[in-house]
Nanobody, 129 residues
Framework: QVQLVESGGGSVQAGGSLRLSCVAS????????MGWFRQAPGKEREGVAT???????NYADSVKGRFTISRDNANNTLYLQMNSLKPEDAAMYYC???????????????????????WGQGTQVTVSS
């Protein structure tokens, strides 16, 4: 079955950096749009960045220029490099897989949170001011 396992979260001061990783298994990784999402207490889950099978990234405006999403299709791993972290970046971060494959139109372009049907357990990011 599909499994997504995140790691790399932690506590940093504002301005610091973290690198999140997500190892996927149970499906053909390269056939799917992947993404990073976050959810702060009392708020809805929101998209941070997504990446298509060919490495084309998409970013939320709030993280553009600070975060970089990448993927290693050979090792079924998704990454999120987070630099210049701000207190408002603090949240539980989740790795997600789009439900549809690219062969059925499941690209990342214009995708929404509801298009992602598989999630990891999350990794906590805390940013102190």
């Amino acid at each position: 079955q599909v499994q997504l396992v995140e790691s790399g979260g932690g506590s940093v001061q504002a301005g610091g950096s973290l690198r999140l990783s997500c190892v996927a298994s149970g499906y053909t990784y390269s056939n799917y749009c992947m993404g990073w999402f976050r959810q702060a207490p009392g708020k809805e889950r929101e998209g941070v960045a997504t990446i298509d099978f060919d490495g084309s990234p998409n970013y939320a405006d709030s993280v553009k220029g600070r975060f970089t999403i990448s993927r290693d299709n050979a090792n079924n791993t998704l990454y999120l490099q987070m630099n210049s972290l701000k207190p408002e970046d603090a949240a539980m971060y989740y790795c997600g897989r789009r439900q549809l494959t690219i062969w059925y139109g499941g690209t990342c372009l214009s995708s929404q949170v509801g298009d992602f049907g598989y999630w990891g357990q999350g990794t906590q990011v805390t940013v102190s001011s």
